[in-house]
T-cell receptor
Framework: EAAVTQSPRSKVAVTGGKVTLSCHQT?????MYWYRQDTGHGLRLIHY???????EKGDIPDGYKASRPSQENFSLILELASLSQTAVYFC???????????FGSGTRLLVI | GDSVTQTEGQVALSEEDFLTIHCNYS??????LFWYVQYPGEGPQLLFR?????EKGSSRGFEATYDKGTTSFHLRKASVQESDSAVYYC??????????FGDGTQLVVKP
């Protein structure tokens, strides 16, 4: 069954440390996305990609980098984690930019 | 720019109550409109979509009608159950553009 798998499911990171969140999809989708979810803010787009080896900035890219080494894999990188980056992060994929999104189950990140 | 507004941040109901969650959008032309649902501990999942004026989307007893005149896509269900407790997101996408999500509405249904 086609799916979006995120790892880890949860993580505790120290302030100033490097954090990498991983996402793998088996949907054969070209588009992949990283969102963060905070209470009261819904889903906010951080970075997205429509082809391997290329990434685009979303609405809130500051403090985050993204990497798309292959069609199936999309990573979110926090080079210097900060307290304000405590949130739940969701990866999603889609066939085209405006077709249905398939979301992963999320990664709960706590920065201390 | 394209945007979606959900009026209610939280809705609290009892089982068998009627549900309405309001969604209004701003976009040029005919965007595709979506409702996504997110259950606790899971990612959002598509509930249904509509692409044309007056088209009704429906799934699991929920329904919404695309209304270009009032730029709305309100979610309704005649009789909610405790298992419907979740966060509901209205969203839109214009052709060749990404999906824009509303801020979400937390539905709490008491037994």
């Amino acid at each position: 069954e086609a799916a979006v798998t995120q790892s880890p499911r949860s993580k505790v990171a120290v302030t100033g440390g490097k954090v990498t969140l991983s996402c793998h999809q088996t949907n054969n989708h070209d588009y992949m996305y990283w969102y963060r979810q905070d209470t009261g803010h819904g889903l906010r787009l951080i970075h997205y990609s429509y082809v391997a080896d290329s990434t685009e900035k979303g609405d809130i890219p500051d403090g985050y980098k993204a990497s798309r080494p292959s069609q199936e894999n999309f990573s979110l990188i926090l080079e210097l984690a900060s307290l304000s980056q405590t949130a739940v992060y969701f990866c999603a994929s889609s066939f085209t930019s405006n077709s249905d999104y398939t979301f992963g189950s999320g990664t709960r990140l706590l920065v201390i | 720019g394209d945007s979606v507004t959900q009026t209610e941040g939280q809705v609290a109901l009892s089982e068998e109550d009627f549900l309405t969650i309001h969604c209004n959008y701003s976009a040029s032309g005919y965007p595709t409109l979506f409702w996504y649902v997110q259950y606790p501990g899971e990612g959002p999942q598509l509930l249904f979509r509509a692409s044309r004026d007056k088209e009704k989307g429906s799934s699991r007893g929920f329904e919404a009608t695309y209304d270009k005149g009032t730029t709305s896509f309100h979610l309704r269900k005649a009789s909610v159950q405790e298992s419907d407790s979740a966060v509901y997101y209205c969203a839109l996408s214009a052709p060749n553009n990404r999906i824009f999500f509303g801020d979400g509405t937390q539905l709490v249904v008491k037994p």
